[in-house]
């Protein structure tokens, strides 16, 4: 499986390249690693849909011919899908008929790339896209009240002091901001920020819950994490 590994990048933002071509993958990730995006990589769309069960990714670049199933039909089965249909698609194809783009953007896609295209011009599409989907996390930095999450430095700070978190509670919190107002059940927490593939029980989500509250408890934050009774739990500044 041609996967490179994600690392902690200027942008958090993590990029799966769904393309069977080796050259245009190799290209396309060269231009987003330059740019501070971590990259994965799958050559179809079965082998996409194990990454993003392991991993879900913030973007995908999803080619429209590939070899077990088309780029679209993959497209639209993450639309369908209740756990995915907020995962942003730029569709990238030699098909540059406007009956295609329709197709494609009707299908689901967040925007379509025709082949050929510059690095520069798919770098912009890239961050217009995530801009839209995580107006909070444009530039890698998220507040709310006092909070503030550094994406780029894996930092969280109230006012001028460091708050203690480790690596889940990190990743938690990051989630949450990226996403307020949105009520979470256990289980799509546990998709969307320990990975499909992580076998571990729900409750696990309550003691990192607790651990994270109790982290925020000094700043006056805690009250950030609210309890939705019977759904869940969701990150908002407004009182429950």
Not at 59 to 74: A, F, I, R, T
Not at 122 to 146: C, K, Y
């Amino acid at each position: 499986m041609p996967q490179a590994a994600g690392e902690v990048t200027m942008t958090g933002k993590q990029i799966l390249i769904v393309e069977d071509e080796k050259p245009i993958r190799d290209m396309i990730a060269f231009g987003l690693r330059r740019a501070g995006f971590s990259v994965r990589e799958a050559e179809d769309c079965g082998e996409a849909r194990s990454c993003i069960a392991d991993s879900r990714p913030d973007l995908l670049l999803v080619d429209w011919m590939l070899p077990d199933q088309s780029g679209l039909e993959l497209t639209r089965f993450l639309k369908r899908n209740k756990e995915t249909q907020d995962l942003p698609v730029i569709m990238l194809t030699a098909r540059a008929d406007e009956h295609d783009k329709v197709a494609g953007l009707e299908g689901g896609a967040d925007d379509y790339v025709t082949k050929p295209f510059s690095p520069r011009e798919l770098l912009a599409r890239v961050q217009a896209v995530l801009r839209r989907a995580s107006p909070n996390a444009a530039d890698g930095t998220m507040e709310a009240g006092a909070l503030k999450l550094d994406a780029v430095s894996h930092r969280v700070t109230s006012g001028e002091q460091t708050v203690p978190l480790g690596p889940t509670e990190y990743r938690l919190l990051q989630f949450f901001m990226e996403h307020p107002e949105r009520v979470y059940g256990r289980g799509q927490l546990l998709d969307r920020v320990w990975g499909g593939n992580v076998y571990v029980e729900e409750r696990t989500v309550d003691v990192h819950i607790r651990r994270l509250r109790k982290a925020l408890e000094p700043f006056g934050c805690d009250s950030l994490i609210q309890t939705v009774r019977g759904s869940g739990y969701r990150f908002s500044t407004r009182p429950e």
